[in-house]
């Protein structure tokens, strides 16, 4: 069973950039297709990026389209969702996710099997 961890997050000013990094163990990162979510105060979790276990295709919320890119390191057994640009509805807790199987769309929370425990980003107006 893979682990996955969280970090990057952190506070900073509307208009600036994150970096953040999941980091997986006890399994090897590359069959599976990662995702990113994020979960702000008394709101649903909501889907933010995916990729697809070599990394060739992606796909990302309207909402971060153009300001986010997702990507992986299968060497480093790590996944990156860069944040720029950010904005003060980007403000929530983002958790990275693993998904077992192939197919599927990736957008949905239930179509993953291994969560991390989430790291917080806060944006500042």
């Known amino acids: 069973q893979v682990q996955l961890v969280e970090s990057g997050g952190g506070l900073v000013q509307a208009g600036g950039s994150l970096r953040l990094s999941c980091a997986a163990s006890?399994?090897?990162?590359?069959?599976?297709?990662m995702g990113w979510f994020r979960q702000a105060p008394g709101k649903e979790r909501e889907f933010v990026a995916h990729i697809t276990r070599s990394g060739g295709n992606t796909g990302y919320a309207d909402s971060v389209k153009g300001r986010f890119t997702i990507s992986r390191d299968n060497a480093k057994n790590t996944v990156y969702l860069q944040m720029d640009s950010l904005k003060p509805e980007d403000t929530a807790v983002y958790y990275c996710?693993?998904?077992?199987?192939?197919?599927?769309?990736?957008?949905?929370?239930?179509?993953?099997?291994?969560w991390g425990q989430g790291t917080q980003v806060t944006v500042s107006s």
């Open positions: 996710a693993a998904d077992r199987d192939y197919y599927g769309s990736h957008y949905y929370t239930r179509e993953y099997d291994y």
């Open positions: 006890g399994g090897t990162l590359s069959v599976y297709v």
